[in-house]
Each structure stands twice: as C-alpha cells, then as structure tokens.
T-cell receptor, first 117, second 117 residues
C-alpha cells in the first residue's frame, strides 16, 4: 500500500541549531512531493514542493528539501532554526503510488518541531 | 485573497445526530477536496470535486457521509447518524488547475473540529 513515512514524531532543537526532518515514501512511477507546515491554531500551508527539474527546492523562509529518487526520500532541512519555526510539518506525495489515485495528497503522520531558546 | 474558509470551526454533537459542514474555497479555484485528520495522524483524503462534479471518493467515505458542491463554488459535507469514531478535524482544500491535478498546490482551510459524544 502507498505510504509516506515521517520517521520522527517530535524533534526538539535549540534556536540557531540546524535541523533535518525526515520523509520517505513508497516507490512510484511518478511522484510529486510536498512539505506543508501547520503553525499552532492555523491551517496547513504549503512550504515547498518538488515537481520536476532541480532536485533541491527551497522555501522563502530558509528551508530546503532534496528529492532523492534512489532512496525515495524528501528530507527537509534548515541550517539555523528560529523560535518562530515551531510548528508541525507534514510531508505529502501525489501521483500514482502503487496503483493509487492521482492528485490526492497522501500525508505522513507529521513531525512536531519544537525550537527552544 | 480571503483564502479557504470553513464553518463551523468547532462542532460538538451527540452520537446519532446529523451534522453538516461548509467549505468556501478560493473563488477562482475549480478543484475542491475534503480530508479528515485524526489525532496523531496526517490528513486522509475523503473526496474530490472538479467544479460541481464529484469525481472521486475514498473508501473512508462510508454511506453515512455525503458531499455536494451544487454550483461549483462552496461545498458541504454531511455526516448522518454520527458515531464516536467520526470525531476528527475535517479539512477542506482547493486548487486551480486545467491539467494533471497531481501537481496542483492545494490551499487548506482551518478545518472543522468535530467531537461526537
């Protein structure tokens, strides 16, 4: 069955430290990858996405993610986090996953990033 | 841009009652999705509309669930004879696209939190 695995449910880090949030997905003929962020008491917001082209994609607030087809991964990284990055981060894929539907996002369980001063 | 709105934000009901939720997508968006999110899980796809046509339903959408998008604008999700297992956050998302929808950016509303007592 198609799936997205976020290996860490919670990641506590200190401010200005680097962080990596891991995401792996089941193999597919074609796949598009997304990271969404949910700040406390707010809806999901798109952080960045990979559709094609350069395997390294960046967001406007300093996050980046790299699509690695051989490892079926799309890990999210930031070299120096801020208190304001505290949120829950969801990795998602769309596309035909092992016979599944196109277009519907399949989400991981989420990773709660907690940035401490 | 007013974003995707959902109403109500919270709903508490007794088991066996019917509930209806409303979603207003971003005005020019032709595609609309409903997802359900339970505690500790990522959102799970329920159903998809393109304009007024309901084109896809998940196996999660039992016969007690029905969704409509009568004029291709707002959408409603009704749950009949609610059960405690229906307690969840119900999310609506919308996007605009003319081709393959796998690449769409979906914009999410804040969700309706349903509690079934």
């Amino acid at each position: 069955a198609q799936s997205v695995t976020q290996l860490d449910s919670q990641v506590p880090v200190f401010e200005e430290a680097p962080v990596e949030l891991r995401c792996n997905y089941s193999s597919s003929v074609s796949v598009y990858l997304f990271w969404y962020v949910q700040y406390p008491n707010q809806g999901l917001q798109l952080l960045l996405k990979y559709l094609s082209g350069s395997t390294l994609v960046e967001s406007i607030n300093g996050f980046e993610a790299e699509f690695n087809k051989s490892q079926t991964s799309f890990h999210l990284r930031k070299p120096s986090v801020h208190i304001s990055d505290t949120a829950e981060y969801f990795c998602a894929v769309s596309g035909r996953l092992d016979g599944g539907s196109q277009g519907n996002l399949i989400f991981g369980k989420g990773t709660k990033l907690s940035v401490k001063p | 841009d007013t974003g995707v709105s959902q109403d109500p934000r919270h709903k508490i009901t007794k088991r066996g009652q019917n509930v209806t939720f409303r979603c207003d997508p971003i005005s020019e968006h032709n595609r609309l999705y409903w997802y359900r999110q339970t505690l500790g899980q990522g959102p799970e796809f329920l159903t998809y509309f393109q304009n007024e046509a309901q084109l896809e339903k998940s196996r999660l959408l039992s016969d007690r669930f029905s969704a409509e998008r009568p004029k291709g604008s707002f959408s409603t999700l009704e749950i009949q004879r609610t059960e405690q297992g229906d307690s969840a956050m119900y999310l609506c998302a919308s996007s605009f696209g003319l081709g393959e929808r796998s690449t769409d950016t979906q914009y999410f509303g804040p969700g309706t939190r349903l509690t079934v007592l």
